[in-house]
């Protein structure tokens, strides 16, 4: 590729900003999102050292005067909807990352919409314009160099890397901007005198493969000369989000299989709103030792990608299987959730595990703070209440999709 055509738009401190947009006695102030924990934090409050998912009291403490708000998940999925409106209408092909960024190929346009800078700063004019929000973006001619480039250039910034510029701005940079290096990698290479991007690309294959694998060696030397082979792609839809797990042999224990069932549920609904997808058909499987199985589905009066509402559904169907699973040597349970729609379909309150109509509970608020804690610390940092018992099966490949 010898141009820089690929953009990576970054929303600035997305949840916080758009509290701001949406009070203006927000703005210019320190704004925390989420009670409990730190969800976001606006630029103001990461300047007084409010970090995320920073605990709440901690976080009150380290800064006072910060104004803690309560998450708005439907404000923030109307918002990204909108700025996903405008990536679609800018770029011919847009991948999709997570709720406020995305890659964006824009080659080939100079003679429709102007030269890849000029679409970034056209976009970032759209996005403040109709959307009220600030955006950063990268450009350069791999995804890797652009999304470091749109970090470089928060917050509001558009930053544009040249073809031939990407040694002279990643290497001066310290090792953790490569994809892959965290606290362990980062550890070892700064043991043998590897601390920026400049010193990685110095150094030979044969010296790193003994220190983080002669795979990892290959890949990081690749990004810190800027070589990045992947293309802009538009993600394919998901017809079925599921997984499966083995269940230990000769146990029949109800209690075991609802915490096993609850894990998998926790593990498809966590990865089914990674895609931006509610289900309508919640379906489970079950095997046994003389090789016979059993599937049960239920489709659900509305689309949903809440936890509690999938869990619901999966408890009632085991609840119809019972005598089966009692009678029987359970070896394998599954748990799928097909027909899938959009996020923004969500029915916000479902009426599912016997409350009375209109008196669910919207639990979309705790499933992204659980998903954001685990995203930056890990899956086991935090498991919930149904889950505890639930390493006694052995996990198995996920299901197709």
């Known amino acids: 590729m010898d141009t820089a055509s690929i953009l990576h738009a970054d929303l600035d401190a997305f949840y916080a900003s ?3 947009r949406d009070d203006p006695k927000l703005r210019g102030r320190p704004v925390i999102v989420g009670t409990g924990v730190a969800l976001a934090a606006s630029y103001e409050a990461k300047a007084r050292g409010i970090y995320t998912p920073m605990n709440g009291g901690e ?4 800064c ?12 923030y999925s109307e918002a990204s909807k909108a700025v996903y409106g405008i990536f679609n209408d800018t770029a011919p092909v847009v991948e999709g990352i997570s709720i406020d960024e995305a890659f964006l190929e824009v080659g080939g346009m100079e003679h429709i919409s102007g030269t890849p800078p000029q679409i970034a700063a056209t976009l970032r004019k759209r996005v403040l314009k109709e959307v009220g929000l600030p955006i950063s973006v990268g450009v350069a001619r791999t995804k890797f160099v652009a999304k470091v480039a749109s970090g470089a250039s928060k917050p509001d910034g558009l930053l544009v890397i040249e073809p031939g510029g990407e040694e002279a701005f990643l290497h001066p940079l310290p090792i953790e901007a490569l994809w892959g290096v965290g606290k362990v990698t980062t550890s070892k290479l700064n043991e043998v005198g590897i601390r920026t991007v400049g010193d990685v690309a110095r150094t030979s294959r044969v010296r790193l ?3 983080i694998g002669d795979s990892a060696a290959g890949h990081l030397l690749d990004l810190a000369s800027g070589r990045d082979p ?7 839809r998901r017809k079925s989000i599921g997984a499966q797990s083995a269940f230990p042999r000769g146990s029949r224990d109800l209690g075991e299989v609802d915490s096993l069932a609850a894990a998998l549920v926790d593990r498809t609904a966590r990865r089914l709103r990674e895609a931006g997808r509610a289900t309508r058909t919640v379906s489970i499987s079950l095997r046994f030792g003389d090789f016979s199985r059993a599937n049960r589905a239920r489709t659900l ?5 809440q936890t509690e509402a999938i869990l619901a559904a999966v408890r009632e169907l085991f609840e119809a299987s019972r005598e089966e699973i009692e009678a029987k040597d359970l070896t394998l349970i599954g748990v799928s959730l097909g027909n899938l729609e959009q996020a923004d379909t969500v029915q916000m309150e479902l009426p599912l595990g016997g409350r009375p109509e209109g008196k669910s509970r919207d639990n979309s ?10 995203e930056r610390f890990g899956d086991g940092v935090i498991k919930r209440a149904s889950m505890i018992d639930a390493d006694q099966g052995v996990p198995v490949p996920t299901l197709p999709d």
């Open 18 to 20: 758009v509290e701001q």
């Open 59 to 62: 976080a009150r403490r380290v």
């Open 64 to 75: 006072p005067e910060a104004v803690v708000v309560p998450p708005r998940m439907e404000a």
């Open 209 to 211: 493969a003994p220190i």
């Open 230 to 236: 992947r293309p802009v792609e538009s993600r394919q």
């Open 301 to 305: 009066p509305f689309p949903t990608d």
């Open 365 to 374: 608020a705790l499933d992204q703070a659980v998903d954001d804690v685990r």
